[in-house]
């Protein structure tokens, strides 16, 4: 039974282009959370998904900032036009309820963007 | 809200020392969830322990253990006989009832040395 995983581990985007993030949860987990990690930082949640919906995205930067968790397929989190300061660790969490009592994070994105 | 802190920013240790690592937690929720997290040099969070606010027993897991104190609001993480490998940021996080999202605090990096 995989854990959660995160592609790609490293990602290095030009100021101005996209990033597209992916996550794929445990099996059996509908629930993902996305969280940011700037250097020498704590986690700092962005959103909470659910299969086809957003349940909370108190923390997502208003703009350039998207996340989606398709019916099929991983929840992807996209960043357009990325500038300097999105470079971080991004990690997700996945967990089979919404209580997220058993909280298991992916082993991170890291954004480097030049 | 929900807060989480830890005020030791870094700590240093001799092999084979004890160390703690202290986390102070707010929150008006009566019901709620401590944690913390180990995250090593390769960059991944690995889960360390969940406890819950009604369940105050102190927990050993090897040279791990922890201690909840409901009156001073804290779950001090307690590492006996220190080893090179304990060398790692720890997080610890909070979450409270309903369909919230854990809050870490900003880590204690600790370095055990030969």
């Known amino acids: 039974n995989a854990g959660v995983m995160q592609n790609p581990r490293h990602l290095v985007r030009r100021r101005g282009q996209e990033a597209r993030l992916r996550c794929s949860p445990m099996k059996g987990h509908s629930h993902v959370y996305w969280y940011r990690q700037l250097p020498e930082e704590g986690l700092k949640f962005m959103v909470y998904?659910?299969?086809?919906?957003?349940?909370?995205e108190s923390g997502m930067p208003k703009e350039r900032f998207s996340a989606e968790f398709p019916k099929e397929g991983p929840s992807i989190l996209r960043i357009q036009q990325v500038v300097r300061g999105d470079s971080a660790a991004y990690f997700c969490?996945?967990?089979?309820?919404?209580?997220?009592?058993?909280?298991?994070f992916g082993q991170g994105t890291r954004l480097t963007v030049v | 809200a929900q807060k989480v802190t830890q005020a030791q920013t870094e700590i240093s240790v001799v092999e084979k020392e004890d160390v703690t690592l202290d986390c102070v937690y707010e929150t008006r929720d009566t019901t709620y969830y401590l944690f913390w997290y180990k995250q090593p040099p390769s960059g991944e969070l690995v889960f360390l322990i969940r406890r819950n606010s009604f369940d105050e027993q102190n927990e050993i897991s090897g040279r791990y253990s922890w201690n909840f104190q409901k009156s001073t609001s804290s779950f001090n993480f307690t590492i006996t006989a220190s080893q090179v490998v304990d060398s790692a940021v720890y997080f610890c996080a909070l979450r409270g009832s309903g369909n919230t999202p854990l809050v870490f605090g900003k880590g204690t990096r600790l370095s055990v040395i030969a």
């Open positions: 998904l659910q299969k086809e919906n957003i349940i909370d």
């Open positions: 969490a996945s967990s089979p309820t919404a209580t997220l009592t058993e909280a298991f």
